[in-house]
């Protein structure tokens, strides 16, 4: 059985054009952190993506926040 805060996240996910963007988003960034975190090595410009792409995940998973704060308790 799901909770509370998955069945929120599946419904916005479904109705919400801004949250589903976010979430796609945040699944693609997980994705490209994972590669970079099976390397051994990065380069320096892969070091600096890296962070970047870890900035935007946070950024994003903020902004879900947000929007999940606004729909609680609805």
């Given at each position: 059985m799901e909770?509370?805060?998955g069945l929120l996240?599946?419904?916005l996910t479904e109705e919400d054009p801004e949250f589903k963007k976010?979430?796609?988003e945040?699944?693609?960034f997980e994705g490209i952190l994972a590669d970079f975190n099976e390397?051994?090595?990065l380069t320096p410009a892969e070091?600096?993506?890296r962070k970047r792409?870890?900035?935007l995940k946070l950024s994003g998973k903020d902004k879900m926040e947000a929007i999940l704060a606004k729909h609680r308790g609805k």
């Amino acid at each position: 059985m799901e909770d509370k805060e998955g069945l929120l996240k599946k419904r916005l996910t479904e109705e919400d054009p801004e949250f589903k963007k976010l979430m796609e988003e945040h699944l693609t960034f997980e994705g490209i952190l994972a590669d970079f975190n099976e390397r051994t090595h990065l380069t320096p410009a892969e070091e600096v993506e890296r962070k970047r792409i870890q900035k935007l995940k946070l950024s994003g998973k903020d902004k879900m926040e947000a929007i999940l704060a606004k729909h609680r308790g609805k």
